[in-house]
C-alpha cells in the first residue's frame, strides 16, 4: 500500500511553539484569527485579561459553523455573556489551549469543515 500525504488548500497552521503560531509557512507572535475560508489575521487581544463581548461578536459575523477558542497555554473559558452573538446565529464554540486549537483546526479544515480559529499566542 502506498501512502501519499495529504495536501491541504488554503490556509494551514504549518507550526507552533511558545509564543508564536506558524501559518502557511508565517511565523506569528501575536493572537491571530484563521479560517477555512481562507482568512489569517490579526486578533486585537493580547491575552486572555483583554477579551470582551465584541471580540466574540467579529468571530460571529465570519459565519463558520464552528469556531475555535485557543486560550492560551491553559484551558480558559469565555465568559457567557461573549458568546451571544454565536449562540444566536447558531455557532459552535470548542475551548482549548492554543496547540490543541492549531491541530484540531487543520484537523477540521482538512475534512472540509468551515471552521474558524481565533487563537491566543
Given at each position: 500500500m502506498k501512502f501519499i500525504p495529504?495536501?491541504?488548500?488554503?490556509?494551514?497552521?504549518?507550526?507552533?511553539?511558545?509564543?508564536?503560531?506558524?501559518?502557511?509557512?508565517?511565523?506569528?507572535?501575536?493572537?491571530?484569527?484563521?479560517?477555512?475560508?481562507?482568512l489569517c489575521r490579526a486578533w486585537s487581544c493580547a491575552r486572555y485579561e483583554d477579551?470582551?463581548?465584541?471580540?466574540?461578536?467579529a468571530l460571529a459575523a465570519m459565519d463558520s459553523e464552528l469556531v475555535l477558542f485557543g486560550s492560551g497555554t491553559h484551558i480558559r473559558f469565555p465568559q457567557p455573556?461573549?458568546?451571544?452573538s454565536l449562540f444566536s446565529r447558531r455557532i459552535g464554540l470548542e475551548t482549548m489551549d492554543t496547540h490543541a486549537a492549531c491541530r484540531t483546526y487543520n484537523f477540521l479544515s482538512a475534512e472540509g469543515r468551515r471552521v474558524t480559529a481565533a487563537l491566543l499566542v
Open positions: 495529504d495536501t491541504m488548500q488554503g490556509v494551514s497552521v504549518t507550526g507552533y511553539g511558545p509564543g508564536w503560531v506558524e501559518v502557511n509557512g508565517e511565523k506569528h507572535r501575536s493572537s491571530i484569527i484563521v479560517s477555512s475560508e481562507g477579551l470582551n463581548e465584541s471580540h466574540f461578536e455573556q461573549w458568546l451571544t
